[in-house]
């Protein structure tokens, strides 16, 4: 079994270009695609990334995904902020183990 | 249009069970995996397991397996999961979402609050 770890929180100014950061405790991240979930409060969560940096139709291309071998981790960025991406977001992968995975999620305040 | 239209607040005692139902409608219902997530209050997202729309195959995170269990209807285009001995760290909003052509959750239910409470 791995561990996702995200940071708690980050904080940017609108336009600007933040990027949120999910480490793999174990096991290659690229061995399984990541997923980045985005979760408003009261509602339930929408994908704004899959298989590392696809985006599903209807997310704007400001958000986008890598990921890093030599860190080991995935990364959301998302590029000239808007009070609306102000929200929980989560990445996610597969685990034989225990199938699907979360990272405890990122709080992303704009400021 | 895709939709999860899951059923509504449950308060149960300590011990009891629970069954929340997840309703699918705008796609062939057994096409699909629906997987099971919950969300304590202020906490992250909680993986609880999966069930094979088609087959009726499930498979549970090992936090859960022995107190949960995750069936469908086909014929109401439903999926149920049950958690049992339920206990106060089990209140939390519990979400449906289908495994999509994607390869990723692309519909989550509206989510159901469950309160465990003496």
């Known amino acids: 079994n791995f561990m996702l770890t995200q940071p708690q929180s980050v904080s940017e100014s609108p336009g600007k270009t933040i990027t949120i950061s999910c480490t793999r405790s174990s096991g290659s991240i690229a061995s399984n695609y990541v997923q980045w979930y985005q979760q408003r409060p009261g509602s339930p969560p929408t994908t704004v990334i899959y298989e590392h940096y696809q985006r599903p139709s209807g997310v704007p291309d400001r958000f986008s995904g890598s990921i890093d071998s030599s860190s080991n981790s995935a990364s959301l960025s998302i590029s000239g902020l808007k009070a609306e991406d102000e929200a929980d977001y989560y990445c996610q992968s597969y685990d034989s183990n225990n199938p699907w995975v979360f990272g405890g999620g990122t709080t992303l305040t704009v400021l | 249009q895709v939709q999860l239209v899951q059923s509504g607040a449950e308060v149960k005692k300590p011990g009891a069970s629970v069954k929340v139902s997840c309703k699918a409608s705008g796609y062939t219902f057994t096409t699909y995996d629906i997987n099971w997530v919950r969300q304590a209050t202020g906490q992250g997202l909680e993986w609880m397991g999966w069930?094979?729309?088609?087959?009726?195959?499930?498979g549970y995170a090992q936090n859960f397996q022995g107190r949960v269990t995750m069936t469908r209807d086909t014929s109401r285009d439903t999926a149920y999961m049950e958690l049992s001995n339920l206990r106060s760290d089990d209140t939390a909003v519990y979400y449906c979402?289908?495994?999509?052509?994607?390869?990723?959750?692309?519909?989550w239910g509206q989510g159901t609050l469950v309160t465990v409470s003496s």
């Open positions: 979402a289908r495994f999509g052509p994607g390869g990723y959750f692309d519909c």
């Open positions: 069930m094979n729309s088609h087959s009726d195959n499930a």
